[in-house]
């Protein structure tokens, strides 16, 4: 069983560019949410994606956007990008709120 | 509002208990947890609690629950060097998401 994977590791942008993460859930897990943790903080939520339709909202703009596919897995869309969008992003499975798992992270930089 | 309190460093010696502290605000959460983060690495879920608990011990770790006072402690017996690392406390809220404390960064001492 493969655990939660996500891609890119590392990636580096400039403001004002879009940039697109991935995240693959645990096998089985019909649930995906996404949190943005800023250097020195806790994750921070995003969103929450359960059956391929969003199913809760933190205090994030809407050029945060995602997707849920059929096979469960994700993508975190940020249009405009602002240095402040500079953090680890994590994306985490589960089938049950009180159950998720959570991925290695990608570190967004914007220049 | 939403906010999960936590002191951001402590310092233990090697095979002492260290016990990391956390208030929370939602006295209608259902879980409560604690995540442990080594460096570059994402959050490893160490252990929860239902609200209706007291008290859950697994091997070394001791979670303890206060909900008059929305106290959340998490102990960790015999601590090793490997247990180094930032641990947070995080709180389901309105059952809708979790939320995080900024976490304790835990130093051992040899």
């Known amino acids: 069983e493969t655990g939660v994977t996500q891609s890119p590791t590392h990636l580096i942008k400039t403001r004002g560019q879009q940039v697109t993460l991935r995240c693959s859930s645990q096998s089985g897990h019909n649930t995906v949410s996404w949190y943005q943790q800023a250097l020195g903080q806790g994750p921070q939520f995003i969103f929450q994606y359960y059956r391929e339709e969003e199913n809760g909202r933190g205090n994030f703009p809407p050029r945060f956007s995602g997707l849920q596919f059929p096979n469960y897995s994700s993508e975190l869309n940020v249009n405009a990008l602002e240095l402040d969008d500079s953090a680890l992003y994590l994306c985490?499975?589960?089938?049950?709120?009180?159950?998720?798992?959570f991925g290695p992270g990608t570190r967004l930089t914007v220049l | 509002g939403e906010d999960v309190e936590q002191s951001l460093f402590l310092s233990v010696r090697e095979g002492d208990s260290s016990v990391i502290n956390c208030t929370y605000t939602d006295s209608s959460s259902t879980y409560l947890y604690w995540y442990k983060q080594e460096p570059g690495a994402g959050l490893q879920l160490l252990t929860y609690i239902f609200s209706n608990m007291d008290m859950k011990q697994d091997q070394r770790l001791t979670v303890l629950l206060n909900k008059k006072d929305k106290h959340l402690s998490l102990r960790i017996a015999d601590t090793q060097t490997g247990d180094s690392a930032i641990y947070f406390c995080a709180e389901t809220f309105r059952d809708d998401k979790i939320i995080f404390g900024k976490g304790t960064r835990l130093h051992i001492l040899p």
């Open positions: 985490a499975s589960s089938l049950t709120l009180n159950e998720q798992f």
